[in-house]
C-alpha cells in the first residue's frame, strides 16, 4: 500500500492537515485519509477531521468525496458514523482503499452504519481513476 506523499498525486494536494493519529490530504475533488498504524479511529477523531475539511472548502460534505486509504492497520468505531449524520454531516460519496482482509471486513461492517454504498478499491490509484472518470456519480 502506498502513501499520497510516495505518489505524483501528492503534487496536486491543495491541502495537508496534519494530526497525532494520522494525514488528510485535500485535493481539487477528492479528500483522502492516512491514519496512523494502531490508531482506534472514533467518532472524536473524525470530528477534528470533518470540522476541519468542510470549513476549508465551506461544505457540510454534500459535494465531498472522501477516500479512507488505508495504508496502516487500525480499527474503526462503525456506529460512530451515527454521530457523524447527527450532526448533519453527509459526503457525495466514500470510499476505501484496502487490500487488508481485516480491513474488507471492517468494511462491510462499517456499511451497516454508512447511509450509502461503500465503493472498495485495492490501490489509491484506482480509487482516484475511478473518481476522475466521474463514474462516482453512479453510486
Not at 472514533?42 to 475539511?53: C, G, R, S, T, Y
Not at 451515527?82 to 474488507?104: D, E, G, M
Request: charged content about 25%; proline content about 1%; glycine content about 2%.
Amino acid at each position: 500500500m502506498t502513501s499520497i506523499k510516495e505518489t505524483h498525486l501528492y503534487a496536486e494536494v491543495i491541502k495537508e492537515f496534519t494530526y497525532p493519529f494520522g494525514n488528510v490530504f485535500v485535493f481539487k475533488e477528492f479528500v483522502v485519509s492516512e491514519i496512523n498504524e494502531g490508531q482506534v479511529f472514533n467518532w472524536e477523531k473524525a470530528k477534528l477531521i470533518a470540522k476541519d475539511v468542510f470549513s476549508f472548502l465551506d461544505t457540510n460534505g454534500a459535494d465531498v468525496i472522501f477516500i479512507s486509504n488505508r495504508i496502516n492497520s487500525y480499527s474503526v468505531v462503525p456506529l460512530d458514523w451515527l454521530k457523524f449524520y447527527k450532526q448533519q454531516y453527509t459526503l457525495k460519496a466514500y470510499c476505501v482503499v484496502s487490500q487488508n482482509k481485516r480491513s474488507i471486513l471492517n468494511t462491510r461492517l462499517e456499511s451497516l452504519f454508512y447511509a450509502k454504498r461503500i465503493k472498495h478499491f485495492n490501490s489509491i490509484f484506482e480509487a482516484v481513476n475511478f473518481i476522475r472518470k466521474g463514474v462516482i456519480e453512479i453510486l
